[in-house]
């Protein structure tokens, strides 16, 4: 995932005038909306990001909603993540919004807080009973609701049995496992597969390890009120932790880590199978499977005293649903993101290709559909419910930039350029001072 954050910032910051500018016009509403909707005609605009088969099975969804609303009309816009987030700032800043915005939990406050998103909990004709309430509550904060979680997941440890068969090395068991362990059966990996494979990728290899480590100790990377929760000290431990799979070398040398972490998804060590297991959301474990053409399993999170319940995990929305504020046509728009979130007809077509489905009903319709990686993942996500804590409160505006700053801090320490003290202070100095 890759963004260059300064030119979304100052798109957003000039969208906050625009949008500020335009209230003043009542509800006459922006350019979001097409202006040829004479005899009732409506033309939504839907962005979002993601891959080939994304874009044609979500095709296929348009297709069959314009077939049964013939007077609706779904204009397509998508592109690569790195890409999406300046075009989409831009168009913001310009009051040329799309209708329909797929939206991520990295830039949800950042957009909603400059007002440039619908509370959906306004929308006419969206319902969201059928929504398990954390599920829900991803897309909430201060009051409202700027995202509909479009998939469930979480983070997880993502394992590949052919290597732990050819290191000699047994499964463990994710459900009593510690850090300590974790520890021990990579560096026994490493050991065993001498040099051909390493027992595990970096826990730092973005944000949410920190964030899960500072969970597991009573700390959070984001507040609900948004600011930074992570202490100097909390952090200094996660760095020491990364230090001791280095020096027990259950991880690759530095240089390998730095080049991994900017690896495309089938180019890195755990689609090529230099890893027994490395750190990702469940939703890309079929991804990750596709690309090593391994049967890979997920696993659940280590913790500090062996008990599951304690590893700080929680659901996530993969992604989300918004609307925008300056829609012309916010009820039809909702209407299109009720079908998206409830319908049959969308659901076995999408089934989990934006992870699993929050909609209760959907998922368990979908189920006997799913590919044998998708189907892994939706039995994850329903073994580890009652182990799961409250859902980490979304990032404030400016913290979008906390993943790489995560990698650069930890690439640092693995290369002993700083020391885990130092190397978190900075690290917390740096992402607090980008947060708005």
Not at 383 to 411: H, M
Request: proline share 4%.
């Amino acid at each position: 995932m890759r963004l260059h954050i300064p030119r979304v910032a100052t798109a957003l910051a000039l969208a906050t005038t625009l949008l500020a500018a335009s209230a003043c016009g009542g509800d006459s509403g922006g350019p979001g909306g097409s202006s040829d909707d004479a005899g009732g005609k409506v033309t939504l605009r839907f962005t979002w990001w993601g891959s080939d088969t994304r874009t044609k099975l979500t095709q296929q969804v348009i297709d069959a909603y314009q077939k049964d609303h013939p007077n609706v009309t779904i204009k397509g816009e998508f592109g690569e993540w790195s890409g999406y987030w300046d075009k989409l700032a831009t168009t913001v800043a310009a009051n040329d919004a799309p209708d329909v915005i797929q939206m991520d939990e990295k830039y949800l406050r950042e957009y909603a807080d400059r007002g440039a998103l619908l509370d959906l909990k306004k929308a006419q004709g969206l319902d969201t009973g059928k929504f398990e309430p954390d599920t829900l509550s991803a897309g909430e904060f201060d009051g409202g609701l700027y995202g509909l979680n479009a998939g469930i997941n979480s983070f997880a440890v993502i394992a590949n049995p052919a290597v732990f068969k050819a290191a000699g090395v047994a499964m463990p068991d994710d459900t009593t496992w510690t850090w300590d362990d974790y520890s021990r059966i990579s560096a026994e990996l490493s050991s065993k597969l001498n040099g051909k494979a390493w027992g595990t990728g970096t826990l730092g290899q973005n944000e949410a390890g920190l964030n899960l480590w500072a969970r597991q100790n009573g700390e959070s990377l984001w507040t609900k009120d948004g600011k930074l929760g992570v202490t100097q000290d909390k952090a200094t431990d996660f760095f020491k932790y990364i230090l001791k799979l280095r020096d027990a070398k259950a991880l690759p040398s530095a240089e390998a880590v730095s080049q991994d972490l900017n690896a495309a998804l089938d180019q890195s060590m755990m689609a090529t199978g230099k890893l027994a297991m490395s750190f990702t959301w469940s939703n890309q474990l079929l991804a990750f499977s596709k690309a090593s053409g391994q049967n890979l399993k997920l696993l659940r999170i280590p913790s500090p005293d062996g008990k599951a319940a304690d590893n700080g995990s929680y659901y996530k929305g993969s992604m989300f649903w918004s609307i925008s504020s300056r829609s012309k046509h916010q009820k039809e728009a909702s209407e299109f993101v009720n079908y998206l979130a409830n319908s049959a007809a969308a659901g076995n077509v999408l089934l989990a290709e934006r992870g699993v489905p929050p909609n209760t009903e959907i998922r368990a319709a979908v189920a006997p559909k799913l590919q044998p990686a998708d189907a892994t993942s939706a039995k994850f996500i329903q073994d580890i419910g009652k182990e799961l804590g409250d859902p980490s409160p979304a990032p404030p505006v400016g913290g979008g930039q906390a993943e790489k700053i995560v990698q650069r801090y930890t690439t640092d320490v693995l290369f002993g350029r700083q020391a885990p003290d130092k190397a978190a202070k900075a690290m917390l100095d740096e992402i607090s001072g980008g947060l708005k």
